[in-house]
C-alpha cells in the first residue's frame, strides 16, 4: 500500500531502459563487422549510411514504408569513430537507468524499512504489562535497530531486482541465441545448472545465519542484563562468573560464523569456477564455429560481450534469491517475537470517555494467576465508591498489591471484571485509561533528559494540529512528505505537547508554577531548590536577572549579618586562605572555565606545575597526596562501601589507589619518596590540591603552607598569559562568575564544613533574600535543568519516587494509585507527603497499599488482604453505605 505507486515507477524505468542495453550489446558487432572488417565497404564502396530509420508497417496496417531519418554518408574511419560514439553514449545511457533504478530502490527500502520500524515500536508500546515485564529490552531493540535492517532493505529489492536484472539476463540470453542458437543453448544449458546447484548448496548457509541471529539476539539480551545488573554483579563479586558465560557466547557465536564464512566462501569459489566455465565453452566451441565459416568475427565479439555481462545479473539474482530467503527467517522471527495474543487497544485521536466522578470501581469475580499458574488474587467481588481515599491493607506482596496493579492497569490478564462506570480496565486504551487514573509505585522510572522534561512527562498528551497553510522552508516541507509517505507522525516531536488546559495554565511561564506547586505538595521544592542552588550559574543571562544576581550579593551577605550567621560562611578574599575550599580552589581563586584547570586535570598542566615548583609546592603537595592515599589503603579499606567516609575522598578511586600505591609504600620504606614517578607524582600532587583541611581532617595544612598557596595565588594570576586568561574566572566581589554555581555567586564564600546544622538556616535567608529580589523561581528553573541521567542514575531514589510524585500531581488524575510508593522515605516523611497529597486530592479518590497494622484513620475505605485472600471491607460512618457488586454481573467474565 505504502510503495505500489512507486514500485510501478521503478518498473517503468526497467521496460525502458530495455531497448537500449539491447542496442549496447548489438553495437559491438557492427564496430567489428562493419567498421574494422568494412562488410558495409566492399566492392569499391567508399562512403556508407549510418543512423538511417525506416519504420515498415505489417500488412494488415496497409504496408508500406516510411523513412525517419536518411542519416549519414560517412567514410569507414569516420564511420568506426561515430559506431564507437553511440556505444560509449549506451553506456552512459545504461549506467544512468542503473542510478536512477538503483537510488530509487534504496529510497523506497529506506522508507518501507522507517515504516516497519514505526510499525514494530507500535506494537512494542501496545504490549501487555504482563509481556513487557517478560520482554527483555535489549533483545528488542537489537531487533528494531539491527535485524529488521535486511528486511527493511529488501522491501526494495523485492520485486525490482528480479525484473531489472532478470530483464537484463533474458536479454542478453535472447541476443546471443539471435547470433548463433548452439552457443546460446549452452549458455543456458551451465546457467541453469549454475541456477539449481548453487541454491542447493546454500541451505546449509542459511540455517547458520538463523543460528548465528538467534545466538546474536540472546548474546545481546544477556550483556544488557549484565549492565543493568552491574552493581549486584560488583556487590557479591560475581564479575568472573558473567564474563565466562559471555566468553562461552562469545565462543559459541565464533563457531558458527566460522562454519559460516567455511561454507559461504565454498559456495563463492564454485560459483566462481562455474561462472568460468562458460566463456570456455564460447572461445572453444565460438572458435571453431568462426573457423568454419558458421559464425562471423563479429558475432563471436558480441556473443562474447553479452556473455561477459550476463554472469552478474545472474550471480545477482541467485544472491537475491539467497538474500530473500533469509529476510524470509528473519522475518518469521521478528514476526513471532512481536506477535502476542492480546495487544491493548491502538490509539485513536478520539476523545475520551466521559467518566462520572461518582462512578464506581466494581470488582467481579476477580481472579489472577501469574505465569507460574499460582493464584494471586481469587475470586473477589466489592465496589469502590469514588471519590473517596482508600486503603488496601495486607502484607506485601499479596493481594492488596494486586489488586492495586489491577486497578493501576499493571496488571491487564485476569479473569473477571473490573470497571469504571461500565468501562473494563483491561481493554481502555492507554488514552482513556490516562484520562482518568494514574499508578504510581515505589520503582519510578525516570527518562534520561532533566527534571522539567520528567516532570512535565504526564503533560505532553496534547498532540498539536498541524497547520497545512502554515509557510514551511524547504527542509521543513521534505520532512512532511516523508512522514507521510511512511505514515509516521506528521508533528515534530519538538512541537508544544503540553495539556495546559490539565493544569489551568496558558504559558510555559505557569507551567513552571504549576510545577513549583506540585513539588511543594510532595515536599520536593526544596531539593530542587537546592539542586538549582548548586547548579552553574551559566552564561546568556538577561540583563535583569544579571542585576538583579549581583544586588542580591551584597543583601545576602548584609542578612547573614543581622540574623548572627555570618561567622557559618567563610567569604572569598584575595589576601586569604579560604579553608573550606580545596588547595586548588585557594591556588587558582577562581573557578576553572573548561577542561584544563579542572581539579582532575591541574596536576598534569604544565603552566601549574611551573607554579608549583617556583612556589617550593611540589614536596609539601605530595606529602599531603601520599598521606591521603595512605589513608584510604589501610583505614578505609575494612568500611563499608556506603559508609559516609568514604565520600570524603569519592575522587580518589580504587583502581588509582592499586595503581599508585605500591610505587609509594615501596619509596616510603627506602626512604626515597624524591624518586618517584612523574606520572605519580603528577596523581598524587592532584589529590593534594583536592584537599580541604575540615572535611579530610587529616591536619596536613599549617600557616606555612598557607603563605605558599597564597604566594602561589599570585604568582598564578600574575605570570598567567593574557591569551589563557579564558580558562579561569576568578572571583571578584563586583561581577558574577558564570562558571561557579549559584550558591558561590550569591554567598561569595562557602559554607564552613562541620555546621550542618545550620545549614537550613543558611539557604532560609538565602530563599528570603531570592524571594525578595525575584530570582527564586530562577534558582527553581535552574535546578529543573539539571540532567537525570540514563533512568534516573543521576539522582537518588528519593529524587525519582518525587519527581514520580509531583508528577502525578501536575495531573491530578480522577484515581490516583500510590502501590507502595512512598517506601523510600521514612514513615514519618512519608505520612506527611501523604497527607498532603490526600489534602491536594480533595473530592478525587485516592488508592494507597499500606501494611495490615498502620493508622487508617485519614481513610474512608479499607480493604483488608491476607495473601492472595480478600477478608473484608471497612467504612468510616461517613461514607456511603456498604454495596457489594452486583450479582447480575458474570463473575467469570473474561479480561
Do not use: C
Not at 65 to 75: H, N, R, T
Not at 132 to 152: C, L
Not at 454 to 478: G, I, S, V, W
Not at 860 to 889: N, Y
Amino acid at each position: 500500500m505504502y510503495s505500489r505507486r512507486e514500485q510501478l515507477i521503478v518498473l517503468f524505468y526497467v521496460v525502458a531502459s530495455l531497448p537500449f542495453y539491447w542496442w549496447s550489446l548489438d553495437v559491438p558487432k557492427r564496430i567489428v563487422n562493419e567498421g574494422i572488417q568494412g562488410s558495409v565497404f566492399e566492392h569499391g564502396v567508399t562512403q556508407a549510411r549510418l543512423f538511417a530509420f525506416t519504420v515498415s508497417l505489417p500488412d494488415f496496417l496497409g504496408g508500406g514504408s516510411y523513412v525517419i531519418s536518411d542519416g549519414l554518408l560517412l567514410a569507414q574511419l569516420p564511420y568506426l569513430f561515430a559506431l564507437s560514439l553511440v556505444f560509449l553514449a549506451l553506456t552512459l545511457v545504461n549506467g544512468w537507468f542503473k542510478y536512477v533504478i538503483n537510488i530509487r530502490k534504496g529510497v523506497l527500502g529506506e522508507r518501507m524499512l522507517r515504516r516497519l520500524r514505526f510499525d514494530l515500536f507500535g506494537l512494542v508500546m501496545r504490549f501487555r504489562p504482563e509481556d513487557m515485564r517478560t520482554t527483555k529490552s535489549a533483545e528488542v531493540t537489537s531487533m528494531i535497530k539491527d535485524e529488521v535492517e535486511p528486511i527493511g532493505g529488501f522491501f526494495g529489492e523485492a520485486f525490482i531486482t528480479p525484473a531489472f536484472l532478470g530483464t537484463q539476463a533474458l536479454t542478453a540470453m535472447a541476443f546471443i541465441l539471435a547470433q548463433n542458437m548452439w552457443l546460446g543453448t549452452l549458455a543456458i544449458g551451465l546457467i541453469l545448472v549454475q541456477g539449481v546447484v548453487i541454491p542447493h548448496l546454500r541451505r546449509e548457509q542459511i540455517r547458520l545465519g538463523r543460528e548465528r541471529q538467534i545466538e546474536s539476539r540472546i548474546l545481546a539480551g544477556r550483556i544488557g542484563e549484565m549492565i543493568e545488573a552491574a552493581p549486584a554483579l560488583h556487590n557479591y563479586g560475581v564479575t568472573g562468573h558473567s564474563s565466562s558465560e559471555i566468553g562461552h557466547r562469545l565462543g559459541t557465536l565464533f563457531d558458527i560464523r566460522l562454519r559460516l564464512y567455511r561454507r559461504k566462501f565454498a559456495v563463492k569459489y564454485l560459483n566462481n569456477l562455474l561462472a568460468q566455465l562458460t566463456p570456455f565453452v564460447f572461445y572453444t566451441v565460438g572458435g571453431y564455429l568462426a573457423l568454419k565459416g558458421q559464425l562471423d568475427i563479429g558475432q563471436l565479439v558480441a556473443v562474447i560481450a553479452a556473455y561477459r555481462d550476463l554472469p552478474t545479473p545472474i550471480k545477482e539474482l541467485i544472491d537475491w534469491d539467497q538474500q530473500r530467503a533469509d529476510v524470509t527467517v528473519k522475518y518469521e522471527q521478528v514476526v513471532s517475537q512481536f506477535s502476542k495474543d492480546t495487544l491493548l487497544p491502538k490509539e485513536t485521536n478520539e476523545p475520551p470517555p466521559a467518566f462520572a466522578a461518582d462512578a464506581p470501581i466494581t470488582v467481579v469475580g476477580l481472579r489472577v494467576i501469574n505465569g507460574r499458574g499460582l493464584v494471586q488474587l481469587d475470586r473477589m467481588s466489592v465496589a469502590i465508591d469514588r471519590p473517596a481515599r482508600i486503603a488496601f491493607a495486607g502484607p506485601t506482596g499479596g493481594g492488596r498489591d494486586i489488586l492495586a496493579k489491577v486497578i493501576g492497569r499493571q496488571i491487564t490478564d485476569y479473569q473477571g471484571s473490573v470497571t469504571i462506570g461500565g468501562h473494563e480496565i483491561a481493554t481502555m486504551s492507554d488514552r482513556e485509561a490516562s484520562s482518568i487514573m494514574l499508578y504510581a509505585s515505589s520503582e519510578p522510572y525516570i527518562m534520561s533528559g532533566s527534571i522539567r522534561e520528567n516532570l512535565t512527562l504526564a503533560l505532553r498528551r496534547a498532540t498539536p494540529r498541524l497547520d497545512e497553510r502554515a509557510p514551511l522552508t524547504p527542509q521543513q516541507r521534505y520532512w512532511l512528505d516523508e512522514a507521510r509517505m511512511t505514515d509516521n507522525p506528521l508533528v515534530s516531536p519538538d512541537a508544544d505537547w503540553i495539556d495546559y488546559d490539565a493544569i489551568g495554565a496558558s504559558s510555559p511561564a505557569e507551567v513552571d508554577v504549576a510545577i513549583s506547586n506540585a513539588l511543594r505538595i510532595v515536599r520536593g521544592y526544596d531539593e530542587i531548590f537546592r539542586v538549582g542552588m548548586s547548579s552553574r550559574l551559566g552564561d546568556n543571562l538577561p540583563p535583569d536577572t544579571a542585576e538583579r544576581l549581583l544586588a542580591a550579593r551584597p543583601a545576602m551577605i548584609e542578612r547573614f549579618r543581622d540574623r548572627g550567621l555570618e561567622q557559618y560562611v567563610e567569604a572569598f578574599q584575595p589576601d586569604t586562605f579560604n579553608t573550606s575550599a580545596s588547595i586548588g580552589e585557594n591556588l587558582l581563586y577562581g573557578v576553572a572555565v573548561g577542561e584544563r584547570f579542572a581539579a582532575e586535570h591541574m596536576a598534569a598542566d604544565p603552566f601549574m606545575r611551573s607554579i608549583i615548583a617556583a612556589e617550593a609546592l611540589t614536596a609539601p603537595l605530595t606529602a599531603i597526596g601520599i598521606k591521603m592515599v595512605e589513608t584510604v589503603a589501610d583505614v578505609f579499606q575494612d568500611l563499608a562501601p556506603d559508609n559516609p567516609l568514604r565520600e570524603r575522598y569519592s575522587f580518589i578511586d580504587n583502581a588509582e589507589i592499586e595503581a599508585v600505591w605500591p610505587e609509594v609504600r615501596s619509596a616510603w620504606n627506602r626512604g626515597q619518596r624524591r624518586h618517584l614517578s612523574a606520572q605519580v607524582r603528577d596523581k598524587l600532587i592532584g589529590y593534594a590540591l583536592m584537599y580541604v583541611e575540615p572535611r579530610h581532617r587529616l591536619n596536613l595544612i599549617d600557616d606555612r603552607l598557607v603563605a605558599r598557596i597564597l604566594r602561589a595565588r599570585v604568582s598564578f594570576r600574575q605570570f598567567l598569559p593574557a591569551s589563557e586568561a579564558k580558562d579561569v574566572e576568578f572571583y571578584d566581589e563586583g561581577r558574577l562568575m558564570p562558571a561557579a554555581s549559584i550558591r558561590d555567586n550569591l554567598i561569595f564564600g562557602r559554607i564552613r564544613y562541620g555546621k550542618t546544622h545550620m545549614r537550613d538556616k543558611l539557604l532560609a535567608v538565602v530563599g528570603e533574600v531570592l524571594n525578595e529580589h525575584g530570582l527564586e523561581s530562577f534558582v527553581v528553573s535552574k535546578g529543573l535543568d539539571q540532567e537525570v541521567g540514563p533512568g534516573g542514575r543521576l539522582i537518588s531514589i528519593q529524587q525519582r519516587v518525587t519527581v514520580q510524585l509531583a508528577r502525578a500531581m501536575l495531573r491530578r488524575p480522577d484515581i490516583l494509585v500510590l502501590d507502595d510508593a512512598l517506601s523510600s522515605f521514612a514513615p514519618s516523611e512519608g505520612h506527611m507527603i501523604l497527607q498532603d497529597i490526600m489534602e491536594a486530592m480533595q473530592g478525587r479518590t485516592v488508592i494507597v497499599t499500606q501494611a495490615g497494622d498502620d493508622d487508617f484513620s485519614p481513610f474512608d475505605m479499607v480493604l483488608k488482604f491476607e495473601g492472595g485472600k480478600f477478608t473484608g471491607l471497612e467504612r468510616k460512618d461517613s461514607a456511603k453505605p456498604p454495596s457489594e457488586a452486583p450479582a447480575s454481573v458474570p463473575a467469570a467474565a473474561s479480561a
